[in-house]
C-alpha cells in the first residue's frame, strides 16, 4: 500500500492505493510509520511523499474512519512523517482532501500541480481534525485559510493555495523531485536544526526554556561542525560544497 524507495539521498514515500484515490486506511496509517524510518535508516536527506494515480490522497477510508483503532494509527503515521529530521516535500497531484491535506500539512513543503485541490470537509461529516493539524493550518496558510476550510468547508486550488501560502510552489511531480534534490545537497545539519527551530517558534506564545536552550546547543553545533570547513572551502575553490552531516 506505500512504497519506499531512496536515489541520490532523496527518499519517496509514495501511497500506493490508486484504486481508493489513496485514501488511508488503518493499515497504510502504520506503513507510514514504517516508511518513515526506513527513509531515515537509508539516510535520506531529503524526502518526497506522493500518491500513485490522479489523487495525492482522497482522504480517509470509510470503512475504518469511524473507529478509536484508525485515529491512533493516523495520528501516529502523520506525526512520523512530521518528526523525520531531514526536510519533506509533498507532491500534491490532485486532490488533498481530509486526511490528505493532514498529510500534506505534516511535510514541510508542499509542491502543487494544476490538478491539485485542497480540502477540509470535516462539518459537512460530522467528524474533526485535531488541535495539531488545526495549529498547522494556520501556521502554514494563515488564519483566513483556516476558517475558510474549516468553516465553510470550502476547496481551495492550487494557484489560490500557491497565492496563499498553502502550497509552496506550482508544479508536478518532476518539480517536487527537483525540489529535494536540491535539499538534499544542502548542509544536513543546519537543515535539521531550522527545521526544529521553526515548528518551534512557529507554533506562537511562550516557547520552553528547555527547549529554547537546545536550539542553542544545536546553532552552536552548526558552527562547530566540519560542514562549515566544507563550506568554506568549496567556496574559496569556487566548487559545490559536498557537506556530509558532522
Given amino acids: 500500500m506505500i512504497s519506499v524507495s531512496t536515489h541520490d539521498d532523496v527518499g519517496l514515500i509514495e501511497l500506493n492505493r490508486p484504486e481508493r484515490r489513496n485514501a488511508l486506511d488503518i493499515a497504510t496509517c502504520r506503513q507510514l510509520v514504517d516508511a518513515a524510518a526506513e527513509v531515515r535508516a537509508a539516510g535520506a536527506r531529503a524526502v518526497v511523499v506522493a500518491g500513485n494515480g490522479p489523487a495525492f490522497c482522497s482522504g480517509a477510508d470509510f470503512g475504518e474512519v469511524y473507529t478509536d483503532e484508525f485515529l491512533d494509527a493516523l495520528y501516529t503515521g502523520l506525526h512520523a512523517v ?29 509542491v502543487a500541480a494544476p490538478e491539485a485541490v485542497f480540502g477540509l470537509p470535516t462539518a459537512r461529516l460530522g467528524l474533526a481534525v485535531d488541535p495539531w493539524t488545526i495549529e498547522r493550518l494556520v501556521q502554514i ?33 518532476n518539480a517536487a523531485h527537483a525540489l529535494a534534490r536540491d535539499i538534499a545537497t544542502m548542509a544536513p545539519l543546519t537543515l535539521a536544526y531550522n527545521k526544529r527551530s521553526v515548528n518551534a517558534f512557529g507554533r506562537g506564545g511562550h516557547t520552553d526554556p528547555a527547549v529554547v536552550d537546545g ?3 544545536e546553532f552552536r553545533g552548526c558552527w562547530a561542525a566540519e560542514d562549515i570547513a566544507e563550506g568554506r572551502a568549496a567556496r574559496t575553490e569556487k566548487r559545490a560544497p559536498a557537506f556530509r552531516g558532522r
Fill in 141 to 173: 496558510a494563515g488564519g483566513g485559510t483556516a476558517r475558510s476550510l474549516l468553516l465553510a468547508c470550502a476547496t481551495v486550488d492550487a494557484t489560490t493555495a500557491h497565492a496563499r501560502g498553502l502550497a509552496d510552489t506550482l508544479g508536478d511531480r
Fill in 215 to 217: 536550539l542553542t546547543a
Fill in 82 to 110: 512530521a518528526d523525520l529530521p531531514m526536510p519533506t516535500v509533498a507532491a500534491v497531484t490532485g486532490p488533498a482532501i481530509g486526511g490528505g491535506l493532514q498529510l500534506a500539512l505534516a511535510c514541510d513543503l508542499r
